[in-house]
């Protein structure tokens, strides 16, 4: 009775221990393979088809990219949206509604800097 316990016990061991030193890195996703490389979509150089379709506004696999219309049937505010650099809180006027909305997200910023790492 005893041996026999030895004897599961040696090849509970065992079979862990096979199970430790297998080679899992060959099965595919494991730390030792190489990534494969992720590869982007491919960028559209025609000058025609860049100033005639809105290129990679068809988020689908089926399907074209909307042709782009005259300036007249979009709106007004299309055209004064800010594409630069985001305003910084000086150059905002006090009054306005994005002032406060930027005072409010630095603000958080700011405290979330503060506390990084602090454990309760």
Request: one cysteine or more.
């Amino acid at each position: 009775s005893l041996e026999s316990y030895e004897c599961q016990i040696g090849a509970w061991w065992l079979c862990s221990l096979e199970n430790q030193t297998k080679n899992v890195s060959a099965k595919g996703k494991g730390k030792g393979m190489a990534k494969e490389d992720l590869k982007g979509p491919e960028v559209c150089k025609d000058p025609l088809r860049l100033t005639s379709y809105a290129v990679g506004a068809n988020i689908l696999k089926q399907g074209e990219d909307p042709k782009l219309k005259p300036a007249e049937e979009y709106p007004e505010w299309l055209f004064q949206l800010n594409l630069g650099d985001v305003k910084r809180l000086h150059e905002l006027e006090p009054d306005s509604w994005d002032y406060w909305s930027r005072l409010r997200k630095e603000n958080i910023w700011r405290y979330n800097k503060l506390h990084k790492g602090k454990s309760f």
